[in-house]
């Protein structure tokens, strides 16, 4: 098999897998809900409603020029070629429309205009484990899930102890997958997914799955099947395994393509015109990735040195201030948990800063508060980082803001020594060392 | 394999060659959906037999005791449990093929074959069809009642009924989607089809003149010629067969553009 597709690596090397021309592709976000505020508004409304309704589900497969406002396009104009044998990263923000570009490719969706080649047979991964049923055995899911992910009974069958072998279950295969550990079911299922050898291969953010171990094995066998000479688009937001995995990548920003070039360019790119983008005072009103249906609490936030000088750029072991502002008009709010995460380049959080946890004081947030929260001696390895806030009380999410800056750290004297060097890791642990203790 | 992806408009037909490819994915969700069907319950493949055994008990009371409608003839038991299974397939696989694209996640995450979802129960419920099924031959012995020379029309009749769920299955499923109104609406359409149907009572009560008419009800045809292959009660009723044959075979096409018009959407809209 594996002397067949290098064969076939040399024959097409130089032929486009896939070409791509500019496509787009529009959606309807939600239908909104109108609000009556008079009894016979209601009424009148409710008895006409259901011509109304008719004509809003009709919209849901018709596009009028008027109707702009509910529109989006969750990808425009997008060309790009991939030859046979690349492999290539999409990267981009959430929503930037790298899933839709996925589906399009994977005609789960239509395009709305433009149009795509694809020359060779694809498999596409958007998730692992469809069509897995918790009543079924290990067995009976890996063969519904093969031929599912485009397998023929016969490829399964030749492929099963392989497989079976790969998740590590071989004991509990017999056993219906809904006694299985999450961690089994997703291991069953990634298994299933990494047997499988398509010409062209699409790949959606999968690996961000099961424990470390398996991660790496997982990361392996991608690294495995990049060699192969197949074709891959792989989305993720893991810029590690972007930069070790792809040959390309391509920067998607709101549905277009912004960026393309090697992968180590493409993330640099990335990371680098989010800390360009950021400041170190951020407005929080109008923040386009405030989730939806939460208020706005949060007005602004500052990240301020131990100079108390607003930047965007730390080193090792200097202290982080973050500064928050926020106002509830026309209500007190009293003490809610305030939630600052870090994320790194993975979208990972790595840790979370909780008013909750962190403080016993009580507060009020009447028409303006400010307040802020240290951060001593900041350990974490050198890289690009992002912030999450979110303000909660009783467990509900008032307002949740995500990817709100970001902010870099750059090599530092952490342990106050003036050594440099490399440390592995992903972040300087604090603490003593005792190297003379009395024999 | 080249293969080009961009907008499609119009409308088209079924792509068979496509279809064939996709029999091994289409095997295992068949399949799947037998083996999961009656798990973690008590009595398993027993309830294809009491759904239809027990209306039978209820309409022989009630229709045949009390209301005392005319069975052609035939203890009333069998002459309704003749048409129970007929029925009670073309309802559960019309209303399994109805609800078969709602809420399935399948659609936004894999490509494969759209006509495939609904044609699932269309083909698992046969496997209910056949343990239905020889129940009647238990009570055909029990009645002492032999089939005649037109059972084998019976196989043709049995084409029809699944030709036609699966008919009204792509409509149904592809307006449900988009129109959850149809969810709600069919379980209660399939009571009013039901009694439409001669389930309980003999197609012979239609007037002479309605016959051909009344035939274009496809599942009218099937009832009566199961009764006539099995029971031989009256000869093979072909003014009610054809006639609803025809209309099953323009249900099947015109499901089947209007399903393939839809599909494009499903995954925007699941």
Known sequence: ?????????????????????????????????????????????????????????????????????????????????????????????????????????????????????????????????????????????????????????????????EIVDFSGIEKFIDTPAKRYSSGMRVRLAFAVAAHLEPEILLVDEVLSVGDAEFQQKCLDKMSEVTTSGRTVLYVSHNMPSIEALCHRALLLEKGQLTFSGTAAETVSHYLGKKILSSQSHTDLSDHPHREAKTSSLLKSLKLLN???????????????????????????????DILISILDNTERIICQFSSEFMSDETFDIVDKKNLQCLWNACPLKPGTYSIELIVKKFGKKLDHITDVTAFEITHGDFYHNEKLGEIKGSFLPGGKWKLNLPV | MKKIIESKKGLQFIDWKELFLYRHLFFFLVWRDVKIRYKQTILGFTWAIIKPLFSMIIFSIVFGKMAKVSSDGLPYPIFSYAALVPWTYFSTAMVGSTNSLVGNNMLSKIYF?????????????????????????????????????????????????????????????????QYRDVKFATTFLTQLLMYAAPVVWPASMIPEKYRIIYGFYPIAGVIEGFRSALLGTNPMPWDLIIPGAISSVVLWITGAIYFKYKERIFADVV
């Open chain 1, 1 to 161: 098999m594996q002397t067949l597709y290098r064969i076939k690596k040399d024959i097409t090397m130089n032929d486009i897998a896939i070409k791509v021309e500019n496509l787009s592709k529009r959606y309807r976000i939600g239908l909104q809900e109108k609000m009556h505020n008079t009894l016979f508004a209601t009424l009148s409304s409710w008895a006409k409603s259901p011509l109304s309704n008719f004509k809003d589900l009709r919209k849901l497969t018709s596009f009028n020029e008027e109707d702009g406002e509910d529109i989006i396009w969750a990808i425009k104009n997008i060309s790009f070629d991939v030859r046979a044998g690349e492999v290539v990263g999409i990267i981009g923000k959430n929503g930037s429309g790298k899933s839709t570009l996925l589906k399009i490719l994977s005609e789960i969706t239509d395009p709305t205009s433009g149009r795509a080649m694809i020359n060779g047979r694809v498999s596409s991964l958007l998730e692992v484990g469809t069509g897995f049923h918790p009543e079924l055995t290990g067995r009976e899911n890996i063969y519904l899930n093969g031929t599912i992910l485009g397998m023929t009974k016969h490829e399964v069958d030749t492929k099963f102890d």
């Open chain 2, 113 to 177: 074959p759209r006509l495939v979802i609904p044609a699932i129960p269309v083909l698992a419920y046969l496997v209910d069809f056949v343990i239905a099924f020889s129940l009647l031959g238990v009570l055909m012995i029990y009645f002492g009642i032999a089939p005649n020379y037109n059972i084998i029309f019976l196989p043709l009749l049995i084409l029809l009924m699944i030709f036609t769920a699966s008919g009204i299955g792509m409509w149904l499923s592809s307006l449900a989607i």
């Open chain 1, 306 to 336: 131990s100079r108390n000088e607003g930047t965007n750029s730390f080193k090792q072991g200097e202290n982080i201030i973050f500064e928050l502002e926020l106002s509830a008009r026309n209500h007190i709010l009293k003490t809610p």
